[in-house]
């Protein structure tokens, strides 16, 4: 059974760091992109990052390139989100989501319970 | 804001069609798949329709995808109450480096 567990979220102050983890199970990790997607309290889904198999590329909403950084450990079967300068419009929780991918489509198949990230001082 | 537009809530009642429309551009619905996600109250979102019209194991049939040009459909037959969600379409941009593209969400109610 595919399992996607995040953690580390809690409150941080305004320019604050976090560092968000997300361990998987159920599946050979290192064949798949992963992403990140938040969901600020009572709005939609936004896609935050995504990071490929052998975690030499990755892409960012525009919003957070050059403060969040992700990152991969496949012999840990984890996947990191490194948090830098947050906002206080960052509230969310913090998904973490399995990419799949065939024949040139890709969509996430499977997505943790989320981590709840609060910036406020 | 969200390029990809939906209607922000519907209702309807238990048995009934409901039709829940994804508008968006060439730059991401015109040139790519379509997946749709529904999110139950206090839950993480769950992937329900994949590739426009695909249905991943245990989604029932009663749920069904379709796309044309930049707009996608989902529409649920006989709704019911345990379908009182969030649904969010989405798609990816240009390439996987332009990014994925998230709906506004529709919130449906089922009376």
């Known amino acids: 059974e595919v399992q996607l567990v995040e953690s580390g979220g809690g409150l941080v102050q305004p320019g604050g760091s976090l560092r968000l983890s997300c361990g998987a199970s159920g599946f050979i990790v290192s064949t798949y992109w992963m992403s990140w997607v938040r969901q600020a309290p009572g709005k939609g889904l936004e896609w935050v990052a995504s990071?490929?198999?052998?975690?030499?590329?990755?892409f960012y909403v525009d919003s957070v390139k050059g403060r969040f950084t992700v990152s991969r450990d496949n012999a840990k079967n984890s996947l990191y989100l490194q948090m830098n300068s947050l906002r206080v419009e960052e509230t969310a929780v913090y998904y973490c989501?399995?990419?799949?991918?065939?024949?040139?489509?890709?969509?996430?198949?499977?997505w943790g319970q989320g981590s709840l990230v609060t910036v406020s001082s | 804001q969200s390029v990809v537009t939906q209607p922000p809530s519907l209702s309807a009642a238990p048995g009934q069609k409901v039709t829940i429309s994804c508008s968006g551009t060439s730059s991401n619905i015109g040139n790519n798949y379509v997946s749709w996600y529904q999110q139950l109250p206090g839950t993480a979102p769950k992937l329900l329709i994949y590739e426009n019209n695909k249905r991943p194991s245990g989604i029932p049939d009663r749920f069904s995808g379709s796309k044309s040009g930049t707009s996608a459909t989902l529409v649920i037959t006989g709704v019911q109450t345990g379908d009182d969600a969030d649904y969010f379409c989405g798609t990816w941009g240009y390439s996987l480096s332009t990014g994925y593209v998230f709906g506004t969400g529709t919130k449906l109610t089922v009376l």
């Open positions: 989501a399995r990419v799949y991918c065939i024949g040139g489509n890709c969509y996430f198949d499977y």
């Open positions: 990071i490929r198999q052998d975690g030499d590329d990755s």
